[in-house]
Structure formats: C-alpha cells, structure tokens
C-alpha cells in the first residue's frame, strides 16, 4: 500500500496564483522528499525535508512537514505555465531499510 | 555531467522474451534503484541496492532480475516478458537515505 497519499489528484489553476499540494502518510519517518515529473521524463528531486524540521522553503517552493498529523504540503507561488506537471511525495521511513513510498501524484496545470 | 542513463528508451517486446534495462550513473552514489510507473499507481519499488555487489528485493520483484557488479552500473532483467510488466521503467540513485533521488529519464517498454 501507498504510504504518501497526495491531496488533490489534480488541480488547475490560473499563472501567477498559488498552488498547494497536500501529503498525508501513515508510519513515521525520517525524511519526507517532493519531486516534479513533466510528462513523459524522470521525476526530478525538489525538496527533502527531515522529520525534525518543521518548514524549508526553495524558489517560489515552500514545503511544511506536521509529524503530529502526518502530513506535509507543498506551495508554489506565483505560478507560471512552466509548473504543469504532476507533483509526488515520498516518504523515508524512520523505522530505517532502504526504501522509499511514493504517492500517486498531483496533476497541477497552471493555466497561462 | 549525465547524472543518471537508462537504455534503451524504447523497446517492444514479445510475450517470452527477455531482455535487459541498463542503468548507469556517473556520481558515485552508493544507492541504486529501479522503479516501475504505471497510471495512477505512483512509483513501485522493483529492487534495489545499496552497494556494488549487493542486491534486494523490493515491492514487486517477481519477474524480475538486477545485478550490480559495478558501482556506477544497475541492470534490471526481464527474464520472460509478460504483458503486465508492460510499463515505464525508472531507475534512481542516491549517496545515501538521506539524500533525494536522481532520476533516469526511463524506459517505456511494452509487451505484447
């Protein structure tokens, strides 16, 4: 079973608003990671926040991580035509092994 | 600077036949890892390794075989195609779990 369940599945929204994306997961864990995927090409690493930080911010990205609700979001801002993509979560788990479970995605586009 | 590279990109296969995905990576990771996506499934845990000259089983490894003799190189083996391992085919590195992944660009391989 998944252990990220990304919340929308998809969203579409208008360039130059914000998009948020939200991560729930069900054990604990060491770290928590977001990627991009554009269609058709390899996921590619945008954010990996640990368990015992609580916010991280890259870009116009802005990641939060709540460990007492098991969940994470992920913001992007100002949003550009560029940022169509599906969006994924993948969690590291605390009880250590070498793997990591990634959710179904959010599909965002961002409408120019 | 390739980061991670898979071939072939493409392939067709018949039911029966085998075939071999190549993974190569240029950092120096220790980690490597082949994924396989399939619509609205996420990423799904082939195998893996965590070092040369070792290998795991991860979450759907039936069918399925990887040998990692060298460091810097990942193989994954079909050893006879079946339609349902029709997918695209990621592979992944990483210096360790605390650290995200780079992504190949992947393999969309169909079996008929």
């Known amino acids: 079973s998944q252990q990220g369940e990304e919340d929308p599945q998809a969203l579409s929204i208008q360039e130059g608003e914000n998009a948020t994306m939200n991560c729930s997961y069900k054990?604990?864990?060491?770290?928590l990671q977001w990627y991009r995927q554009n269609s058709g090409r390899g996921l590619v690493h945008l954010i990996l926040i640990r368990s015992n930080e609580r916010e991280k911010h890259s870009g116009r990205l802005r990641v939060t991580l709540d460990t007492s609700k098991k969940s994470s979001s992920l913001l992007i801002t100002a949003s550009r035509a560029a940022d169509t993509a599906s969006y994924f979560c993948?969690?590291?788990?605390?009880?250590?092994?070498?793997?990591?479970?990634f959710g179904a995605g959010t599909r965002l586009f961002v409408k120019a | 600077n390739a980061g991670v590279t898979q071939t072939p990109k493409f392939r067709v296969l018949k039911t029966g036949q085998s075939m071999t995905l190549l993974c190569a990576q240029d950092?120096?990771?220790?980690?490597m890892y082949w994924y396989r996506q399939d619509p609205g499934m996420g990423l799904r845990l082939i195998h893996y390794?965590?070092?040369?000259?070792?290998?795991a089983k991860g979450e759907v490894p039936d069918g399925y075989n990887v040998s990692r003799l060298k460091k810097q190189n990942f193989l994954l083996g079909l050893e006879s195609a079946a339609p349902s391992q029709t997918s695209v085919y990621f592979c992944?590195?990483?210096?360790?779990?605390?650290?995200?992944?780079?992504f190949g660009s992947g393999t969309r391989l169909t079996v008929v």
């Open positions: 390794s965590v070092g040369e000259g070792t290998t």
């Open positions: 054990t604990s864990i060491n770290n």
């Open positions: 992944a590195s990483r210096p360790s779990m605390y650290y995200g992944y780079t």
């Open positions: 950092m120096n990771h220790e980690y």
């Open positions: 993948a969690t590291d788990a605390a009880a250590g092994g070498f793997k990591t479970i």
